[in-house]
């Protein structure tokens, strides 16, 4: 099952090219190069045939795990089917070969489809302007907290807090300190969604910006959300939404109705591009009509003469990326939203609000799920702190079982507020057939967590390897071959 490393397949003068004896190859290297630029060392190359590079790489894809696999639960990252269409039109040519210092003029064509974008994420959002410039969602937090300092700057206001509800990802906490404001946690109530009278005591003439994320990260919908952006607004803060759950409402609620200021869409997530393993991404800001003077440039605008590119916007925070941002990505999301229409988003959203309802329902015989008053939407969340207790079987040993039954685990350990947390997202793209099959494996991996607890504490039993010394992985990090003694 092991594939080993291909510097280990090496043997000292195997080739994996032939190329025809050019006439210099008779004379020496050193007859043609001068001295100085001659290698010293030795290449360190591994020496394989052709053969074994392509089984080579071609059984190490073979062990990937990935979308076009098999089931991918992992809750907040929305691991949709990427549709293979959007591949087909981004490798369109007069997509590929663009150039990002190219002349205007000869790029008109996807600077429309830029503009097209920002007002189709306006609809989906309400909102007033959109960039499509962050090349993720986290650093769609980071823009929008910069743009957050620049507009009390502008009024002389010095407030220094950003309000986080402890439900939050880990990021929302990490934008607000890397813009120099002061994280203040907001506590959930007994049903899981923000605890109004907490809200209230926290919430100051210091307070600058509230992120929500809604729904939240327990798959509940903030219900008292108009409540929540009345008291943000009477303070004169502004409300923030990180729009990672997207996916739950697309088409049916737009966040600039319940009182949104700003915001970030992930695309890779809600718009179906792949993902994973560290990007790539787009997160694009949106802002409402007295915060989109501060977006970033440059903004994509429209003309008599046509599409340009305008700096010159007075109130920018200025450019948070390099060009316009990741527009492979943006593309994708483009050709996905253009695809399924008003109509269509509507039944993403109803789809996967079903499929994870379907999924509750079916694993909340066997398993605690914490907060489950209200019905969730697109994912929720288990507990395994009783399993845990009566078996020693943790979340992550029944995560690690799941790899034996070809599922990739959900989320683990995430929200914070709930123990032993397995977060489950299964998305609009699953059939019934693969929810029963993954509620078959958590009822064996149940079984068996009561009955053999080690065989479980053990997993996995199927897969070249087994459980690794993740701490060591994280702290003594290598991803470079080196021959001994290097
Ligand atoms: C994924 C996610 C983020 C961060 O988005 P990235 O695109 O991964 O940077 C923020 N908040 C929530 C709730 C998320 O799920």
Redesign the pocket.
């Known amino acids: 099952m092991t594939e080993k490393l291909i510097f280990e397949l090496s043997q000292d003068g195997r080739r994996g090219y032939t190329l025809p004896q050019a006439e210099l190859a008779e004379r020496e290297p050193e007859e043609l190069i001068p001295e100085r630029f001659l290698r010293k060392g030795k290449i360190g190359l591994p020496q394989v045939s052709e053969s074994q590079i392509a089984r080579h790489f071609c059984g190490l894809a073979q062990k990937n795990f990935g979308v076009d696999l098999g089931f991918y639960p992992l809750g907040?990252?929305?691991m949709k089917y990427n549709p293979k269409i959007n591949e087909k039109l981004v490798r369109l040519p007069r997509f590929l070969f663009l150039h990002p210092y190219q002349d205007v003029q000869d790029a008109q064509g996807i600077l429309e489809i830029l503009y097209q974008m920002e007002q189709l994420l306006c609809k989906v959002s309400g909102m007033h302007r959109v960039s499509l410039q962050p090349a993720?969602?986290?650093?769609?937090?980071l823009t929008a907290l910069l743009m957050a300092k620049a507009f009390f700057e502008e009024k002389k206001e010095t407030r220094d807090k950003v309000l986080v509800p402890d439900s939050?990802?880990g990021?929302?906490p990490s934008s607000s300190h890397l813009t120099g404001f002061k994280s203040i946690e907001v506590k959930s109530n007994e049903s899981g969604t923000i605890d109004l009278d907490d809200l209230k005591a926290k919430v100051d003439e210091n307070a600058a910006v509230m992120m929500v994320?809604n729904p939240n990260?327990l798959g509940l919908f903030e219900k008292d959300i108009l409540a929540i952006a009345e008291i943000i607004h009477q303070a004169g803060a502004l409300l923030y939404l990180?729009g990672?759950?997207l996916n739950a409402f697309l088409g049916r609620v737009r966040p600039a109705d319940f009182g949104v200021d700003l915001m970030?869409f992930?695309l890779?997530?809600t718009f179906s591009s792949p993902?994973g393993g560290g990007g790539p991404?787009s997160?694009p800001v949106g802002a409402s009509e007295k915060l989109s003077a501060y977006l970033p440039v440059p903004m994509v605008e429209r003309s008599g003469e046509g599409y340009f590119l305008d700096y010159t916007r007075e109130h920018s925070i200025g450019k948070v990326r390099s060009f316009y941002g990741n527009i492979d990505v943006i593309l994708k999301a483009y050709c996905y939203l253009r695809i399924l229409g008003e109509e269509g988003l509507k039944e993403v959203s109803t789809n996967a609000v079903l499929n994870a309802n379907y999924l509750r329902e079916r694993l909340k015989k066997t398993f605690e799920v914490p907060y489950s008053q209200e019905r969730s939407l697109h994912e929720f969340v288990i507990s395994l702190k009783e399993v845990k207790s009566k078996t020693g079987v943790t979340a992550g040993d029944i995560a690690k079982r799941l790899l034996d039954f070809g599922f990739h685990p959900p989320t683990m350990y995430f929200p914070l507020i709930v123990a032993e947390a397995l977060m489950i997202e299964p998305t609009e793209t699953e059939s019934k057939e693969t929810l029963d099959e993954f509620v078959a494996a958590m009822e064996q991996i149940y079984q068996e967590a009561r009955e053999k607890p080690e065989y479980v504490k053990e997993a996995p039993h199927n897969l070249p390897i087994r459980r690794l010394d993740e701490v060591k992985a994280a702290r003594e990090l290598k991803v470079r071959w080196q021959e001994s003694g290097d």
């Open positions: 907040s990252c929305t993720a969602g986290a650093h769609g937090e939050a990802h990021t929302n994320t990260t990180d990672a759950n970030h992930n890779h997530k993902h991404g997160g």
